[in-house]
């Protein structure tokens, strides 16, 4: 199979950051595992230094560099969204309530997707809303199942408590009422990505009259439902 785009210059960039593919490596070794002439592999190991795709160790070895991680952070943020859309669709037709997907941000929680009631009084949040981590199931499912420290950090200022969280990590998702706004009440589970590490919180949200002071009861079964299909969408995208 010829593996050539016809663009020569992007064709041997491709070949120095798959020899990096397999760890660090000098210029001696570079231009051995891509077979480029030695100012070739040097000229374009800089020049994608320069772009942060390539970076140099503490010994001086060529490395793949920080920027290939931030795009594939933008790579799987596109892919969550992709995947999720349909999902919280179907979960507020499913509950009636608007849905929405979290993912933290620091100390904030922002909503990335969202998908309205069709009718009536909307009580979705808007896209790119940005929430704070100590109150609401979202936030509860963001943090339960963190490292123990961060844990804790995150409980400085929280309506919830350790014990809340540790009733989150057993049952599999989180309800709410009026924790974050007077009147509102919520439910939400985790979505997981790579070896099993909380990405994102599926909710659903609405008047406390509709969704009850135990909205668990009515919704936490398809809110669980939506967050395992979306992580399992995105495991096969992977």
Not at 6 to 31: F, H, I, R, T
Not at 144 to 171: I, N, Q
Not at 218 to 231: K, M, N, S
Request: hydrophobic share 45%.
């Amino acid at each position: 199979m010829d593996n050539s785009s016809g663009v020569g210059v992007l064709d041997k960039a491709v070949l120095v950051l798959n020899a990096l593919e397999a760890g660090p490596a000098s210029l001696a070794q570079l231009v051995q595992a891509t077979g480029l002439a030695r100012p070739t592999a040097h000229r374009l190991a800089v020049a994608l230094e320069h772009h942060r795709i390539v970076a140099r160790d503490t010994q001086g070895r060529f490395v793949l560099g920080p920027r290939l991680s931030e795009l594939s952070t933008a790579a799987g943020e596109d892919r969550l969204l992709a995947v999720a859309s349909p999902v919280l669709t179907q979960l507020r037709d499913l509950t009636g309530e608007s849905a929405q997907l979290y993912r933290r941000q620091g100390d904030e929680r922002v909503c990335v997707a969202a998908a309205e009631r069709a009718s009536g009084l909307r009580d979705t949040v808007p896209v790119g809303t940005a929430l704070p981590m100590t109150a609401g199931s979202a936030a509860q499912v963001l943090l339960a199942w963190e490292e123990p420290d961060r844990l804790h950090r995150g409980l400085r200022g929280a309506k919830f408590t350790a014990a809340t969280l540790a009733s989150v990590r057993r049952r599999g998702w989180a309800h709410s009422v009026g924790e974050r706004e007077q009147g509102v009440a919520s439910v939400s589970a985790a979505v997981r990505g790579a070896g099993g590490k909380v990405i994102a919180a599926v909710s659903v949200s609405g008047p406390i009259e509709r969704l009850t002071r135990t909205p668990g009861r009515l919704h936490a079964a398809p809110v669980v439902t939506a967050a395992e299909r979306i992580t399992e969408a995105m495991r096969r995208a992977n």
